[in-house]
């Protein structure tokens, strides 16, 4: 049985709870957004891979991240997955 342990891990609450961010730039395209927004940047359509919500971040001259901790017990395995996707002058 898998147990999420990240407090919105997916952003499923349609915002960033649990989860700190450095955006060093103050971009105006970072945040979580819906599937139903239609967001593009340099051409490209973005959307989830699973549930409804995705995070965006950066702009396309400066970066940021977004992180969380956990809790973990010595001994257990845990599987940390997430998608990526970079799009640079249009083409991702």
Do not use: H
Request: charged share 5%.
């Amino acid at each position: 049985p898998s147990t999420e342990i990240l407090i919105n891990g997916g952003f499923e609450m349609g915002n960033l709870t649990g989860w700190g961010i450095c955006d060093l730039f103050n971009a105006s395209t970072n945040g979580v957004k819906s599937n139903s927004s239609n967001f593009s940047f340099l051409g490209f359509q973005y959307g989830s891979r699973t549930g409804s919500f995705y995070y965006v971040g950066g702009t396309s001259n400066s970066s940021d991240y977004i992180s969380q901790t956990f809790s973990t017990i010595v001994g257990n395995l845990y599987l940390v997955t997430f998608a990526g996707l970079s799009a640079v002058n249009g083409s991702a």
